[in-house]
């Protein structure tokens, strides 16, 4: 069997090309190839795709010409490549894909506003990486999506052990610096925390288009000792473990990497109530969790409740670990894909 795993992107710090890494590298007695449909001239990390398995195609051209040449062009790579399947983790593109009456296998990584022209075109075959994106495909399309399963991601027996003195008094955002992740939100949440008299401390973690307007906003409002940007890092776990818990207030998320990524070493997230979001929050919490989006003196007054109660805070961590250990096991969700696999080439719409 052999599966092409389609994106628009590969960025560096894209949780989606991150997850498409991850369930390649899970899915058993399977062969993948890889194709990208975007020119951004972002930070890529193609390194690990074995050579002469992954191409190019301007499949998000503006020039609907191009795109027809494009289309016709992956039709025949993917013969050449003797795909099975085409996993399109985009939707535009895997409404595109479709056209071409290829088998595609289409999963939603994030929720998003109905739209007529996906409703129409969208592939007969879909699944979601959580329960509410599911809920949301299911509402923009009319249809119901085969399955729901997750993302990889490897835990270890148990997280290890949390030293309060040294974290007490930090949190991490691990976000691309983009309007959709909320950042002008939680900078003005820590200006109020600050107003109040507490000077905590915050460690953005990510890169992208807002970073010199967020930086402009940290100095302007008088914050440059207390938040600091760390860029790009690909030691994800170690800069969580400096913090005693991670934030995301994002307005839309599918299956937040970061969130897994903090769960995964004990530690709890801080999280908004959006689809994606709201499926990782532990039933069995205690904190205040699932806020409301873009309310800062909500978020405040949460993060001055976590931040005050450190050792509920790494309790609550226990609990994010033990909520998502099993649902993200790479072994788990690397059979779960193999059946659906198997399923939607045997079963083509």
Not at 26 to 36: E, K, L
Not at 61 to 71: G, K, M, T
Request: neutral net charge; charged residues 25%.
């Amino acid at each position: 069997m052999r599966v092409c795993m389609v994106n628009d992107n590969f960025h560096r710090s894209g949780g989606v090309p991150i997850a498409i890494r991850r369930i390649s590298e899970a899915v058993p007695g399977v062969d993948f190839c890889f194709a990208g449909c975007e020119r951004s001239g972002l930070a890529e990390y193609v390194a690990w795709i074995p050579k002469g398995q992954f191409e190019r195609f301007d499949l998000k051209s503006s020039n609907p010409a191009r795109v027809l040449i494009e289309l016709r062009r992956f039709s025949k790579w993917f013969a050449q490549q003797h795909c099975d399947l085409a996993h399109c983790h985009h939707r535009r593109l895997s409404a595109l894909l479709a056209l071409t009456h290829l088998p595609v296998l289409y999963t939603s990584h994030l929720a998003f506003d109905y739209a007529l022209w996906f409703r129409l075109l969208h592939p007969g075959q879909m699944t979601a990486v959580t329960p509410s994106v599911a809920t949301n495909l299911r509402q923009t399309t009319g249809q119901p999506v085969i399955t729901c399963i997750g993302n990889p991601i490897q835990f270890p027996e148990r997280p290890p052990e949390i030293d309060l003195a040294k974290v007490r008094r930090r949190a991490v955002c691990v976000a691309r610096l983009e309007p959709i992740k909320g950042h002008r939100f939680l900078l003005k949440a820590w200006k109020a925390l600050r107003d109040r008299g507490h000077e905590f401390e915050l460690d953005l973690v990510g890169e992208g288009s807002l970073r010199p307007a967020l930086e402009e906003q940290v100095w302007r409002d008088g914050m440059g000792e207390i938040i600091r940007f760390r860029g790009f890092r690909e030691d994800i776990s170690a800069i969580l473990g400096e913090s005693l818990f991670a934030v995301l207030a994002s307005a839309n998320e599918g299956q937040p990497t970061a969130t897994m990524e903090a769960a995964a070493i004990g530690r709890a997230s801080l999280l908004t109530a959006v689809p994606g979001s709201v499926d990782l929050l532990p039933p069995q919490r205690r904190l205040r969790n699932g806020l409301a989006f873009g309310q800062s003196n909500e978020l405040a007054d949460a993060l001055l409740e976590w931040f005050t109660h450190p050792e509920e805070v790494v309790d609550e961590g226990q609990r994010f670990f033990e909520f998502l250990k099993m649902s993200s096991d790479p072994v788990v969700v690397g059979r779960e894909y193999k059946a659906l696999y198997e399923q939607v080439i045997a079963h083509p719409i």
